[in-house]
């Protein structure tokens, strides 16, 4: 398949909740070894979006595509199928604290048809090779609650989970919100680590240095629609925040206030 074809893309996409139109024309593109920073301030459609892309919502109208063929899910475990990873920062600190790292049953178990037995030292040994390929080194024990871990390493976790078990694209919910400077920093090291394993990765935030650390693509969302589209390198940091705030909106009416004001300063202002 040619490397041009995106792994996920939307065309056109609208969802409605009723008479309420919360995504407007959305069309967006990810690629293989790509990370598209979706960013956008509280209120702006990123959470439907979301759930729209890992199948909970479904399009009011417009298709989704992956490798170039439209596809409809009809939930998140079906999203799941097509090797579409979606996790939240908010969900893993609060989820499973009390389990341990194990990854899941298959893979670990031998025997053949209905004789199997479930091998848990080779259970271990796969969860701790996971998650030390992703940089969670201090771990040695596959029995080890997840409770005992930072809030960086679960989400580090939860992203290895889903790298081990398939998925193509990554659907990142502020993986870096709540976190301290040297937990954010593993976790963007993460994310680097998955795009550099040729992942997808949509990484949805309103920290503009963080998705400057790891992005390629952007997209700015305001009121449920793209306001901005670039490349890495084409906007500064204060011209994406000036964005994100609609603060563009505002330069040009700053400016068009200064031309006036130039082109009139000669004139005495009206009486009252």
Known sequence: ?????????????????????????????VRAGEVLCLLGDN???KSTLIKTLAGVHKPTRG????????????GPRCAGKRH???????????????????????RADQGRGPFKVYDRRKANEIAVKAVQD????????GDRLVG??????????????????????????????ALGVKQ?????????????????????THQVMHAMAVGDHFAVLIRGAIAADFRRGEKTREEITDLMAGGET???????????????????????
């Open 1 to 29: 398949m040619s490397d041009n074809i995106p792994i996920l893309e939307l065309q056109n996409v609208d969802k409605s909740f009723g008479p309420i139109d919360v995504l407007h024309d959305i069309s967006l593109k």
């Open 63 to 74: 298709a989704i595509l992956m490798d170039g063929h439209p596809v409809e899910f009809s």
């Open 84 to 106: 579409l990873g979606s996790t939240s920062i908010r969900r893993h600190i609060s989820a499973d604290v009390d389990r341990p790292l194990l990854l899941r049953r298959r």
């Open 134 to 141: 992703f940089g969670i080194t201090r771990i040695d024990d």
């Open 43 to 45: 209120g702006a459609g």
């Open 184 to 204: 954010a920093a593993h976790v963007l090291r993460i994310v680097n680590e998955a795009k550099r394993r040729g992942l997808a990765v949509i990484f949805i």
């Open 148 to 177: 005992g871990l930072s809030g960086g390493e679960r989400q580090s976790l939860a992203i290895a989970r889903a790298v081990h078990f398939g998925a193509r694209v990554l659907i990142l919910d502020e993986p870096t919100a």
């Open 250 to 272: 505002m330069a040009d009416l700053e400016a068009q206030i200064d031309t006036y004001i130039a082109s009139h300063e000669s004139h005495s202002p009206p009486a009252e």
